[in-house]
């Protein structure tokens, strides 16, 4: 993203700089040309309706291309590539804690491997914080009681510096933290050494703990809504509105159940709110998630729903946690 953004600052300095100098030296040749001389009276113009119309219209011109092209960098500044590597990232005062899709959990740092679409869907525990990477020229509000989302393509290996960009107490300024991108082998060798089974692996045991289960089920309809295949999905609701039911739509359906309940259920479903941290309801959302790219066929993300996962959902499970 970094040369987009670039690019579009370096115009703007460009043609304000231009114009800067423009009009100072205008000021000083008509000061000069103009200046008083003993016996000239000067000469009083009534205005001219052409000259007004270009300087105004030329300006509004240049307006309107930063207007497009900025709204154009925003765009897709703003667009996660579908396939991009999702990465839950959980805010707190003060240090960021970090979750991937496969398993390994930081604080205060981010591997990621060079050359990959990275999606990161954040929330905070706490307060307003600001998920900001200068080198990357991506900064984004994360909030409580929501997730927001960002993403990155990092194009060269190095360490790079992670700042919260929004005042949020006494260590605001000492939340920071660094982003690892590494060469696709050496990312591999350090996921290989994360312990961790994948996070909808833990989402999956959650699911099982707290009874989930017992009303979402798999096999038949059960008292909840089958989950297989929903996310993504529009969903009817009761109060006759459609909602897409994205990751925010499952994290509020499990802290808030009553708000947009699915049409035809009851509204027995109790609320999570206090009962799961952010950790485990980032789990949930994620194996929710993954029953839906098993159900859909797509093998490419790790999906602990499909045979392999569910082995690995043994194996790890008492490691998970
Ligand atoms: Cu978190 Cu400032």
Redesign the pocket.
């Known amino acids: 993203m970094a040369h987009n953004v670039d690019a579009l600052y370096i115009f703007l300095l460009v043609v304000t700089g231009m114009m800067a100098l423009l009009v100072c030296a205008l000021v000083i040749y008509f000061a000069a040309r103009f200046r008083y001389r003993p016996g000239i009276r000067a000469e009083q113009i009534e205005g001219s309706t052409p000259l007004e119309v270009t300087w105004s219209a030329i300006p509004f011109c240049v307006f309107l291309v930063i207007f497009a092209w900025g709204a154009a960098v925003y765009f897709k500044e703003r667009t996660p590539p579908a396939d991009a590597t999702e990465v839950y990232v959980v805010?707190k005062?003060?240090m960021w804690k970090v979750e991937h899709a496969e398993g390994q959990r930081e604080i205060n740092e981010l591997h990621v491997p060079v050359g990959r679409d990275i999606k990161l869907i954040m929330t905070s525990q706490d307060v307003i914080?600001s998920f900001y990477i200068p080198a990357f020229r991506i900064k984004q509000d994360v909030l409580p009681g929501r997730y927001t989302v960002e993403w990155f393509k990092a194009t060269k290996p190095g360490v790079y510096h992670l700042f919260?960009a929004?005042?949020?107490g006494t260590q605001?300024s000492g939340?920071v933290g660094s982003i690892v991108v590494q060469e696709p082998a050496q990312y591999e060798a350090w996921v290989n050494a994360s312990p961790n089974g994948p996070l909808s692996a833990s989402g999956e045991k959650i699911f099982a703990e707290l009874g989930c289960s017992t009303c979402h089920r798999a096999d038949v309809q059960g008292r909840g809504p089958k989950l297989q295949g929903v996310f993504g999905k529009p969903v009817q609701l009761e109060d006759g509105r459609t909602v897409t039911a994205d990751e925010n739509y499952l994290r509020e359906s499990i802290l808030d159940p009553g708000s947009r309940r699915v049409k035809g259920f009851q509204p027995i479903m109790p609320t999570f709110q206090g009962l799961v941290s952010e950790e485990q309801v980032n789990a949930l959302v994620a194996y929710i998630k993954s029953m839906s790219t098993a159900a859909s066929g797509d093998g490419t993300r790790a999906s602990a729903a499909g045979p392999q996962g569910a082995a690995q959902t043994q194996n790890n499970g008492s490691q998970v946690q």
């Open positions: 805010a005062q003060w914080h919260c929004e005042y949020c605001h939340m």
